[in-house]
């Protein structure tokens, strides 16, 4: 069984190119335009919603089947067919230029995989199962968008205004100290908004424990 090493990818203004103009590319499509890449698929048919980005010009399309060299200056590829033969063209063009290429439900042929993903302001989780159980990551993704934890997503403004602030004034905070000041009675100023007051009670705090 492969082992995948998790990452996070910085796809800005990359192109990324999706095979496939099925729902299921609409999907995929619908999570790259959160990304501000530059998104090109490839299909001789769309859904109504993938024809409205096109028209929008929030994607670009080729009305035409995969073609070899269609990879070429590409980041990125998911291949949405569902067609083996062509997914397979794409996977070794994919490999020859050394693209990342995703197969849907086929992690067999792909050299990454895409997570089930929590978001909640600015904090994305990422849940992988090896591409052993799709379903699985399924589960716990709806448990962690129900779960109360995922509420100290909330306090990530916070934390990064503070942490510039940190920088500015050159203070070394050891990560433990961090890792105290994060408790629900912060998060529960945050949410009756005594957000000023929690953010003074925090610096306080780094300042009398940074050292130099």
């Given amino acids: 069984m492969t082992s995948y090493y998790p990452a996070f990818l910085d796809i800005s203004n990359r192109l990324c190119i999706v095979v496939g103009g099925s729902k299921v590319a609409e999907a995929k499509i619908f999570q790259l335009l959160k990304y501000k890449c530059l998104i090109s698929v490839i299909s001789p048919e769309i859904t109504p919603k993938i024809l409205s980005w096109a028209q929008n010009r929030e994607i670009s399309w080729q009305s035409r089947i ?10 990125l590829v998911i291949a949405a067919t569902d067609s083996a033969r062509v997914n397979t063209m794409i996977c070794k063009e994919a490999e020859l230029n050394k693209v990342l290429f995703n197969t849907v439900d086929n ?3 792909s050299n990454f995989i895409a997570p089930a993903i929590v978001r909640r302001g600015q904090v994305t989780l990422a849940i992988s199962t090896n591409g052993t159980s799709p379903a699985l990551a399924r589960k716990f993704r709806e448990l962690l968008t ?5 509420e100290y997503a909330d306090l990530a403004p916070l934390l990064s205004q503070i942490r510039k602030q940190v920088k500015l004034n050159g203070w ?3 990560p433990d100290i961090w890792q105290k000041l994060i408790t629900p009675e912060l998060l529960s100023m945050i949410k009756n908004g005594r957000e000023k007051e929690a953010k003074a009670n925090i610096i306080k705090t780094l300042s009398q424990e940074s050292t130099s």
């Fill in 66 to 75: 995969y073609q070899s060299g269609d990879l070429e200056n590409a980041f």
């Fill in 107 to 109: 992690p067999l042929l």
């Fill in 172 to 174: 070394k905070v050891k």
């Fill in 146 to 150: 129900k779960s109360p934890l995922l």
